[in-house]
């Protein structure tokens, strides 16, 4: 099992906890991003570098995992493509995308996607807060454990 990371928008929290699981579980942990970014050094984690543009690193990541991986990412569409691929994908607030909610969420973004190209003011995510920390390691965790 890989853990691939949508890494351009994922957050430094987040990125931490996987680092940490990957020496401790010794798991190859692979950040996609199309700006370079400062990774500790480990046998463990690697970097991939892609192009500037739409959906670039996403098309690496849904090209390159395997079903038996996990992918964490907050773009629910990449969501949509790992989870029909047969992979696991794990949002970077703990909520992990699946067969049973990423219609209903895809749908969902698509209605405010269309609602934001109108005009209409729809707001933001709230803030990542230290409980979305903490349920993201949980949810973590739980899935590696329960693959090891």
Known sequence: MKIWVDADACPKTIKDILFRVAEKREIAVILVANQYLHLP??????????????????????????????VITADIPLAARIVEKGAHALDPRGTMYDQNNIGQLLSMRNF???????GVETGGPNSFSQQDRSKFANTLDTFITQRK
């Open 112 to 118: 405010m996607d269309t609602l934001r190209g109108n």
């Open 41 to 70: 050094r480990s046998p463990f984690i690697k970097f991939i570098h892609v192009e500037q543009g739409p959906d670039i690193a996403d098309d690496k990541i849904a090209e390159d995992c395997d079903a038996i991986d996990l």
